[in-house]
């Protein structure tokens, strides 16, 4: 696919952001420590002798899902990108532009959903906007900025991976692409493997969070770099943060845990699990002497979690090994599943 165009769905293409977007930010400021950069889900900004992070998401709401839910789904990706700064999020900003049929019971449903989660992970709301407009429409019915803040020296990100640091990935691939198709798409799935079937992968939902895992994380020194495998997936976060570090790696994909469901419904459908969307998978860059303790940490938590790869020294060197054979690890480019969703919808 030529990463100069645009793709018809899904995130714009590197290619273009290095051509288009990148070399255009506006004025330069010395307090910026992280800007821009592919990889990298979250900005950061010194102020009087903190760091503070953010990021800047949509809020995504999806009506089928029912409102408490997907208000759930809708908060979370926003803290997300934001908690692997390796800070502590702390505020949020949000501006709600809703459709016109959306009525008053479903607002209320909807923002309790995000009181509730707020109060769960000690976040505070600071400032937004709240409309209902012609032309809006779901699941994107707004935008939020996250902010986490906290000393300089507990920030995560590319600067400090180092050659022989473990590769930690949690709960495998295609989580998000598992989770939302069968909450969204029932009867696709009980038709391919009947309704237990549909019930466990339904199921996957709730995991579509690395709030919890990042909190565990947050407490070892040992680890360097966080990052959340959303769209293209483990294979394409892997390559973005290799990239956005400047480092090598080696990885064993045959050591990434896979949850049965998840395969069983790759098989069914027939897609590369490991370059589907998976918000609630991270991939961490961790010292080798601190990766088994962490996977233990978030084993205790009831996350499964191992250790799948290295950073090696050469930046050019990005290997995926699977049955013993080695492959260039590449950037999968197109996401499977916004293939699978507009299959599913006709």
């Not at 839910?69 to 692997?84: P, T």
């Not at 492959?327 to 996401?335: G, I, N, Y």
């Amino acid at each position: 696919m030529d990463q100069e165009k645009l793709p018809e769905l899904g995130k714009i293409h590197p290619r273009f952001f290095d051509r288009v977007i990148y070399p255009r930010l506006g004025v330069a400021d010395d307090s910026i420590v992280i800007g821009p950069r592919h990889g990298v889900d979250y900005g950061v900004i010194r102020v009087g002798g903190q760091a503070i992070a953010m990021s800047t998401d949509p809020f995504f709401i999806v009506p089928s899902l029912g409102f408490a839910r997907a208000a759930w789904f809708g908060f979370h990706i926003i803290f997300c990108d934001v908690a692997v700064s390796g800070l502590t999020p702390k505020h949020l900003a949000i501006d709600l532009n809703l459709p016109p049929e959306m009525t008053e019971e479903q607002i209320e449903e909807m923002w309790n959903t995000v009181h509730e989660e707020s109060v769960k992970y000690g976040i505070s709301i600071v400032t937004g906007h709240t409309a209902r407009y012609t032309g809006c429409n779901y699941p994107m019915v707004g935008g939020a900025t996250a902010i986490a803040i906290g000393d300089e020296s507990d920030l995560r990100g590319p600067h400090r991976a180092a050659v022989g640091d473990r590769i930690v990935i949690t709960k495998g691939p295609a989580v998000e692409a598992t989770g939302l198709l069968a909450a969204l798409f029932p009867e696709r799935f009980i038709d391919a493997g009947g309704e237990d079937f549909q019930k466990d992968a339904a199921g996957v939902f709730d995991q579509m969070s690395v709030l919890d895992e990042c909190a565990i994380a947050r407490k070892f020194p040992g680890v360097h770099v966080m990052h959340d495998a959303t769209e293209c997936g483990i294979l394409g976060g892997l390559y973005e943060m290799a990239r956005a570090g400047s480092y090598g790696l080696r990885i064993e994909q045959d050591l990434i845990p896979v949850q049965p469901v998840i395969q069983k419904t790759a098989d069914l459908f027939d897609f590369d699990m490991y370059s589907a969307i998976s918000e609630g998978t991270l991939l961490a860059v961790v010292a080798a002497d601190t990766a088994d303790e962490l996977v233990t940490a978030l084993s205790e938590s009831g996350i499964a979690g191992a250790v799948c790869g290295e950073i090696v020294p050469e930046k050019d060197d990005l290997t995926l090994v699977s049955g013993g054979k080695e492959a260039a690890l590449e950037h999968p480019v197109t996401d499977p599943y916004w293939a699978l969703a507009a299959e599913f919808s006709k």
